[in-house]
């Protein structure tokens, strides 16, 4: 079975500052890794995602993620926040095989302060 | 129109009721899946669903019920509705091969008094 951490429930950063939010997952088999973004009052949509290649993984609206398998983590970053990117981020895990449903974080709500 | 399409949006109902929350997709996905979210827990899967004739418990199953009635529509049921299931409900899909991305709908908000 496989699980999520998210390390940070709630960070505030204030407009253009850089952002990190963290994502740590544990599993016994090759893992599939999401990062979704729930804006106000909406469902889910997916930010960006790591499947296999290249470690480092480009989103939309300027995110990006870096798969890190000896730190089993799988941290999102960017470079400059906007008011708009204020939302709740949820990173998910599901096994390579996908007979198991995607496993969610609990969520890291970004409050971006003008 | 959406991809994936929740009925009702929003309902308020008694403790007691028996409610319906539909879903319906027209993405062509085998997988549908049923998930509750409440603030500081994130997403917890109720049940899902890989194809019409197989039906899959989640890990908060209990007090809820679901029936695949066709490839496109997949309905959770609350029996007896407490204030404990007063939360947002959300139905997602997915494709049958793949990576399995997730497709959610927007959302349900069931408010149990």
């Known amino acids: 079975a496989q699980s999520v951490t998210q390390l940070d429930s709630q960070v505030p950063v204030f407009e253009e500052a850089p952002v990190e939010l963290r994502c740590n997952y544990s599993s016994s088999v090759s893992v599939y890794l999401f990062w979704y973004v729930q804006y106000p009052n909406q469902g889910l949509q997916l930010l960006l995602k790591y499947l296999s290649g290249s470690t480092l993984v480009k989103g939309i609206n300027g995110f990006e993620a870096e798969f890190n398998k000896s730190q089993t983590s799988f941290h999102l970053r960017k470079p400059s926040v906007h008011i708009s990117d204020t939302a709740e981020y949820f990173c998910?895990?599901?096994?390579?095989?996908?007979?198991?449903?995607?496993?969610f974080g609990k969520g890291t709500r970004l409050s971006v302060i003008a | 129109d959406a991809d994936v399409t929740q009925t009702p949006r929003n309902r308020i109902t008694k403790t007691g009721k028996r409610i319906m929350l539909e879903c319906s997709q027209t993405?062509?996905?085998?997988?549908m899946y049923w998930y509750r979210q409440d603030p500081g827990l994130g997403l917890r899967l109720i049940y899902y669903?890989?194809?019409?004739?197989?039906?899959n418990k989640g890990e908060i199953s209990d007090g809820y019920s679901v029936s695949r009635q066709a490839q496109a529509k997949f309905s959770l049921s609350l029996e007896s509705a407490i204030p404990n299931q007063t939360a947002l409900y959300f139905c997602?899909?997915?494709?049958?091969?793949?990576?399995?991305?997730?497709?959610f709908g927007e959302g349900s908000r069931l408010t149990v008094l």
């Open positions: 993405k062509g996905h085998d997988r």
């Open positions: 997602a899909t997915s494709g049958l091969s793949g990576i399995r991305e997730l497709f």
């Open positions: 998910a895990v599901s096994s390579v095989s996908g007979n198991t449903p995607l496993v």
């Open positions: 669903s890989f194809d019409v004739k197989d039906i």
